[in-house]
Structures are given as structure tokens and as C-alpha cells.
């Protein structure tokens, strides 16, 4: 007999209450596994658009907000505030390659979709494009419309079909490989096409710059805002700033789940001041027999830390189950501001042992109380409670 | 005297509640030779139980103090005591007071695990648990909960695991008062027998049939010792 034994007889004799305390803990973990998963999972897409994008350096107006900087990987539509000449202005500045971006939001088949004005050649330059089906655009102004893989795919488009956008039919001239990033998800319209279906004429969203030496980015940039009054960000720049919110984010969520923990700590603290007074004649029992006050807190600790691990285990399983079987329905939202993007759940083994050791930390710091509580009964009022 | 393994002096208790305060027992003091068969008794209420948990280290006295085997239980810490209950003395109750969810060789193994004096090892243990059942006649009873058994094995079980880190006394709170007289014999025969191997037994007790065989009965009326009848007809 050892005091692992008498805890595990001890929550076998009400497997009920063990069950439903042991519940709180496993929900509790599983939200806070499946969260840090989906997490992971969105970072790791956000990271993945960013590095498929190309540019090495954003040109947007002076005057957007983060959000409207974060819309540049998520395809959301962008206001045109960027004057076409700032255009002119970078690209004569030696070493960068830059391209014009005009991304409106637009539908087909009553589902948004994002339409960017080029510049076609250098833009297929650029983001090293491939024509799956068609062809590409000839010239600046030819009026048709060139299909990302994806969008092509989902609303079952080809060569000789037709988009409608602004009242104005495009025929679809081509459809593009895949690229793996937001690329796909678009259609396009060489830039003055776009900008006069969209009335934008003389302007675009953002100019998208490539450098030609990456470790004199700094000067690019500083180049940049000499020619022109514009807001310049590094591409890990925006990266980060997409991070730092998708980080707030995650801490509330995160926050969300602690609060079923702290819940699920309260169970336990519940659960064990409910064994102290059911089970004081065995506490007295056990002090007869010669159990110091130590062992008692011993016994309930390790109950308690029992909850934890057994907790931390299967809340960690359920998490991950949650995030890799539900993550499609519980990202839809996702999904859609990434416009199709189809990002997995990260599970790095780390969080299982940090949301096991996390468990048992929490399960065995709510025994403490308890178990401070039984170890202070007098060995002989325990053993007279009826 | 150099052969008395449980002496009080003076031992008082005082209970407590806000102003009000309950003497339970005033000035108790007592020797009780090693080996010997002893009986407290008493009417109900007079401070029987509070005696022999004074005795026993399961409270602390107010006044006074108990010295177990030359230790003076006034001056030790929880752990301490708590090793002098292990290693030194056993309890059975009144109630049998086995752990419901072990068996009653379980029970019996529980007591191991908190004396220095219990063997090492479950394997060793659960031998000593067998043996103990075979000495109360109960080793086939060994995986049996305490609800499947009567009374009276229950009460053997609770003697058995007194006896398990083979401390020098035992002490019982009226060992036979909840059973039927053909399981009380079991259980006296039973004690009667230990008594034999060299253990000291104090008991707590209302039957005047139990206290009758004792070699020393001490009468215990309104907290204060009353009488000391030691066999043979000699009153102190």
C-alpha cells in the first residue's frame, strides 16, 4: 500500500464526482491546446502569405492605418489613395523593381472577391507568375480578365467564360498556376482597366518593391521617403505588426480559455473541501494509525495533482483533436478574410507538455487549500465526525 | 516505577467553545504496568474517551501530561507523535473505523505505510497482513471490503491492524460495544490472546463482564479518577 494507491481507491469510490470535476479541467485545456494550435496554425499562415508575396518592401499612402496595412495579405479591399505619379517617382530610384497594386472587393456569384489592377508584364515578373490555361495579358489596356487558380476553381471559371464587375463584362482570357498565397484567390484587370471600372483613375492602393540588395533595405526605404510623401514598411515590418495584433488576439482568446480554468480550479477546490468533510473519519483513521499532518496534505495534494495530470492528458487530446478535426468549421471566418487560404493547426509538442505541466500546476495549486485544510483537522474531532 | 508504560500527571482537559469552557477531566493521574490488561470504565459522558485519547496522542491535554515507554508526549511535534501512534500504539474503535474502499488486508497494509517499524515493501507487507488475518482468523477474508464483512470480522480486521507495526498497547474504545454477544466472545478470545504474547491493553469499556477479567480497573466519574480496583480486590 503507498499513497498513490489510497488516492487512486479514494476517487474510485466516486468516480461520478471525479468524472464531472475532472470534465472542467479537460474543457478547460482543451480550449486553451486548441486555441494555442489554431493560433500557431494562423501565424503560420499570415507568415506563409507574407514570404509568397514578393515584395521586400510596401509603399502605402501616408495616411493608412494598421488595418488597412494588415488588408494588403488578407486581399480585403483598399482605398485608392496613392497617387499613380509616386508610381513614376520609385521606380526611378536605382535598385528597386516596383509594381501597382489596386485591389478592390468585388463579387461573383454574390461571393466577395478581390479584384487587383496590375501593371501585367512587370507584375508577372514580379511574382513570377505561369499561365495554366489562356493567356496573359498582351497589353495595358486589353479588356479582360486573368483568373488566380483558386478563384477559377471555386466558381468553376475558364477561358471564354465571363465575370461581371461594376456592370462591366470581362471575358476571362486566362487562368494562372497555382502560387500558394492570395495570388489565387484574386482576379485581374490590367491597372487602367481597373481603375476606370472601379473610377479610380490616377490612382492605386500600394506599390509592392522588390530591392536589389536586401541588406541595404534601410537605404531603400530612406530613398523612398526622400522622393515621395508616402508611409514605407519593410515587409517584416507589416509582418510584424499583423503578428502583434493576431498576438492580441490570441491573448484574449487565451484569457477566455484561463477563465474556464480558473473555473475548472474552483471544481477542484470544490470537489476536495467536499472530500475533507465526507471523508474527516478517514482523516482521523488515518491519523490513529500514525499519518502526520504532512502525509495527510500529501494524500490530498496528490489528488488534487491527480485532477491535473489526468486532465492535462486528456484536455490536451481533446485540444489537438479540436484543432486538427474542427479547425475548418472554427476558422471559416479565418478562411474567408484570408480569401481561401486553408491554414492547419500548429501542434508543436511543446504546448502538450507545457499545457500538462500548466494542468497539474493549476490542479495541484487549487489543492492546496484543502489539503492545508485537512491536514489541520485534530486527529480526534475527525475521528468522532459521524 | 520502572515497569509502568503509561503514566499521566495531573492530565486535564478543557474544552472551549467562545467563553464558555468544559472540564472533561481534572487532574488524571495513572500508571499502567507493561503487559498488563486494564479497563477504564465509567458512565457515559464522564470523560472515558477523552482519557484514553489523551493517552493515545490523538489531543493534546490542557494541564498535565502522559508519558508513553519514558517519552513525555507533552514536549513532541505532529510528526513526532505521529511516529510514537505508529510505531508504539494501537487503536481499535468502537465503530471499526476501516477505510470502506480497501480490503481488509488493505487496511491493515494502510497502517504500514506511516511506522518505521512496518517490514519494506508491498510484497512484505502483504505477508504481514496475511499473517495478521490468520492470527484473528480472517486470512480468507484478505480481499474482502469491510461491507462484505460482519461486525465482528470488521472488529478483528480493526485488531489486526492495531497489531500491525506490532507497537506495545493497545488501546480500545469499547472494542466490543457493537456487537452480538457471539462476535464480542470471537473478539475478547481474540484479546485475551494477545494479552498472552506481552501486550499491554487498555480498554475503554462499559461492560462490567470485560472489566471483571482486567487486572487493573480504573473508574472514571466526572473527569476525575475515582477508583483504581487492581485484581485481587485491592482498591487505591
Not at chain 1, 30 to 50: H, K, T, Y
Not at chain 1, 73 to 79: H, K, M, V, W
Not at chain 1, 125 to 150: C, K, M, N, P, T
Not at chain 2, 119 to 145: S, T, Y
Request: hydrophobic share 45%; charged share 20%.
Amino acid at each position: 500500500m503507498n499513497m498513490f494507491t489510497l488516492v487512486l481507491r479514494n476517487i474510485s469510490r466516486r468516480k461520478g464526482r471525479f468524472i464531472f470535476t475532472l470534465l472542467g479541467i479537460v474543457i478547460g485545456m482543451a480550449a486553451f491546446v486548441a486555441l494555442l494550435s489554431l493560433g500557431g496554425g494562423m501565424r503560420a499562415e499570415i507568415n506563409d502569405q507574407a514570404r509568397a508575396m514578393g515584395a521586400n518592401i510596401i509603399v502605402t499612402p501616408a495616411d493608412w492605418c494598421t488595418f488597412d496595412q494588415i488588408s494588403i495579405f488578407t486581399g480585403e479591399s483598399l482605398p485608392a489613395s496613392l497617387q499613380e505619379e509616386v508610381l513614376d517617382q520609385v521606380r526611378e530610384l536605382d535598385g528597386i523593381f516596383a509594381v501597382p497594386y489596386l485591389t478592390q472587393m468585388s463579387a461573383i456569384q454574390n461571393v466577395p472577391v478581390a479584384v487587383i489592377g496590375i501593371d501585367p508584364e512587370p507584375m508577372k515578373e514580379f511574382s513570377r507568375w505561369e499561365i495554366a490555361d489562356g493567356q496573359y495579358f498582351e497589353s495595358s489596356e486589353q479588356h479582360g480578365a486573368v483568373l488566380g487558380a483558386a478563384t477559377a476553381e471555386t466558381f468553376d471559371l475558364g477561358v471564354g467564360d465571363e465575370v461581371r464587375f461594376r456592370g462591366e463584362v470581362f471575358p476571362v482570357i486566362g487562368v494562372l498556376e497555382s502560387v500558394g498565397s492570395i495570388d489565387d484567390i484574386a482576379v485581374y484587370l490590367p491597372l487602367p482597366v481597373a481603375q476606370v471600372a472601379f473610377e479610380q483613375e490616377g490612382f492605386i492602393s500600394y506599390i509592392g518593391v522588390q530591392v536589389e540588395h536586401l541588406d541595404q533595405t534601410d537605404a531603400y526605404v530612406a530613398a523612398i521617403l526622400d522622393v515621395a510623401n508616402v508611409a514605407v514598411n519593410t515587409n517584416d515590418q507589416l509582418l510584424e505588426t499583423v503578428m502583434g495584433m493576431l498576438g492580441s488576439i490570441e491573448v484574449t482568446l487565451q484569457a477566455i480559455a484561463g477563465i474556464s480554468l480558473i473555473a475548472a480550479a474552483f471544481g477542484i477546490i470544490n470537489t476536495m473541501m467536499t472530500a475533507i468533510y465526507e471523508r474527516r473519519r478517514e482523516i482521523g483513521i488515518l491519523r490513529s494509525i500514525g499519518s502526520t499532518r504532512a502525509d495527510i496534505f500529501k494524500i490530498f495534494l496528490l489528488e488534487s495533482g491527480l485532477y491535473g495530470l489526468l486532465g492535462g492528458i486528456l484536455g490536451s487530446v481533446v485540444g489537438v483533436l479540436i484543432s486538427v478535426f474542427a479547425a475548418p468549421t472554427l476558422l471559416a471566418s479565418f478562411d474567408q478574410m484570408m480569401k481561401g487560404a486553408s491554414p492547419e493547426a500548429s501542434i508543436e509538442p511543446m504546448t502538450f507538455v507545457f499545457a500538462i505541466v500548466f494542468a497539474i500546476v493549476i490542479a495541484v495549486a487549487s489543492g492546496i487549500y484543502p489539503a492545508w485544510k485537512a491536514a489541520g483537522l485534530s486527529p480526534v474531532e475527525a475521528i468522532s465526525y459521524e | 516505577m520502572n515497569n509502568m508504560i503509561i503514566q499521566t500527571h495531573s492530565l486535564s482537559k478543557t474544552y472551549s467553545s467562545g467563553k464558555l469552557e468544559t472540564p472533561a477531566l481534572q487532574g488524571i493521574s495513572m500508571d499502567v504496568p507493561a503487559g498488563s490488561f486494564s479497563c477504564i470504565i465509567g458512565p457515559s459522558g464522564h470523560g472515558k474517551s477523552t482519557l484514553m485519547h489523551l493517552i493515545g496522542g490523538l489531543d493534546r491535554a490542557t494541564f498535565g501530561d502522559v508519558i508513553i515507554d519514558g517519552v513525555k508526549i507533552a514536549g513532541l511535534n505532529d510528526s513526532e507523535l505521529s511516529d510514537l501512534r505508529a510505531s508504539k500504539l494501537g487503536f481499535v474503535f468502537q465503530f471499526f473505523n476501516l477505510l470502506k474502499n480497501l480490503t481488509a488486508a488493505e487496511n491493515i497494509e494502510t497502517a504500514m505505510m506511516f511506522s518505521a517499524n512496518a517490514p519494506k515493501g508491498a510484497k512484505a507487507q502483504r505477508v504481514r497482513a496475511l499473517e495478521l488475518l490468520a492470527m484473528v482468523g480472517l486470512e480468507e477474508k484478505a480481499d474482502a471490503k469491510p461491507s462484505e464483512l460482519s461486525g465482528g470480522q470488521q472488529q478483528r480486521v480493526s485488531i489486526a491492524r492495531a497489531l500491525a507495526n506490532d507497537p506495545d498497547i493497545l488501546l480500545m474504545d469499547e472494542p466490543t460495544g457493537n456487537l452480538d454477544s457471539q462476535s464480542e466472545k470471537e473478539v475478547l478470545d481474540q484479546l485475551f490472546k494477545i494479552h498472552k504474547d506481552g501486550k499491554t491493553i487498555v480498554i475503554v469499556t462499559h461492560s462490567s463482564e470485560l472489566a471483571a477479567q482486567a487486572e487493573i480497573v480504573y473508574e472514571i466519574k466526572d473527569g476525575r479518577l475515582n477508583d483504581v480496583i487492581r485484581k485481587g480486590g485491592t482498591n487505591e
